[in-house]
């Protein structure tokens, strides 16, 4: 899942409403309790495209780590 999920956010990371919207069906997807697969995730994506998109990253987590 965690792989899939990069290739997705990599294929959409020229545009920052897609990336968005691509990350909250992803986290969706994954449903709860899937807290650690998360946070990985996060840290991934902070790491790759939070320069450019740390707000969405951050706003799109806080809502689904709350729900974990």
């Known amino acids: 899942m965690f792989e899939l ?5 990599q294929q959409y990371s ?11 069906k992803i986290l969706m997807w994954m449903g ?5 697969e998360k ?3 996060r840290n991934w ?3 790759n495209f939070g320069n450019h998109y740390g707000k969405t ?3 799109s987590f806080r809502k689904s780590l ?3």
């Open 5 to 9: 999920s990069k290739y997705i956010l």
């Open 14 to 24: 020229f545009d920052e409403t897609l990336f968005g919207k691509e990350l909250r």
């Open 32 to 36: 709860e309790g899937k807290k650690e």
């Open 39 to 41: 946070l990985k995730l």
């Open 45 to 47: 994506c902070e790491e």
């Open 57 to 59: 990253i951050r706003r």
């Open 66 to 68: 709350i729900q974990a």
